[in-house]
């Protein structure tokens, strides 16, 4: 059974860095499309980044494109998002999920982490 943990999330200044990492157990990260999501407060869970099998791929939502990193160290089975330049709206709960297609829809994923918390305020 594949599990997801998430860490790294914490409060910071706008404009601020943070890095999220989502380790994965029970299975091998290369198996899997890995992707991060996020939810703000009242809000519906949004796509935020994915990472295809072999890494040739890789999606952004418009919102985080040229300020968020999705990578993998394939080594520790972890999945990690730099986020730099951070603004109030990145505020949410951040969580990864793993699943077989390499797809913007949160209903294609199989497997998700129990998120951790990101706040951007000043």
């Known amino acids: 059974q594949v599990q997801l943990t998430e860490s790294g999330g914490g409060s910071v200044h706008p404009g601020g860095s943070l890095r999220l990492s989502c380790v994965l157990s029970?299975?091998?990260?290369?198996?899997?499309?890995m992707a991060w999501f996020r939810q703000g407060p009242g809000k519906e869970r949004d796509f935020v980044s994915v990472i295809s099998l072999y890494g040739g791929t890789i999606l952004y939502a418009d919102s985080v494109r040229g300020r968020f990193s999705i990578s993998r160290d394939l080594a520790k089975n972890t999945l990690f998002l730099q986020m730099n330049s951070l603004k109030p709206e990145d505020t949410a709960v951040y969580f990864c999920?793993?699943?077989?297609?390499?797809?913007?829809?949160?209903?294609?994923?199989?497997?998700w982490g129990q998120g951790t918390q990101v706040t951007v305020s000043s």
């Open positions: 029970g299975d091998t990260l290369e198996n899997w499309y």
């Open positions: 999920a793993a699943g077989p297609k390499l797809q913007r829809a949160s209903s294609y994923y199989s497997f």
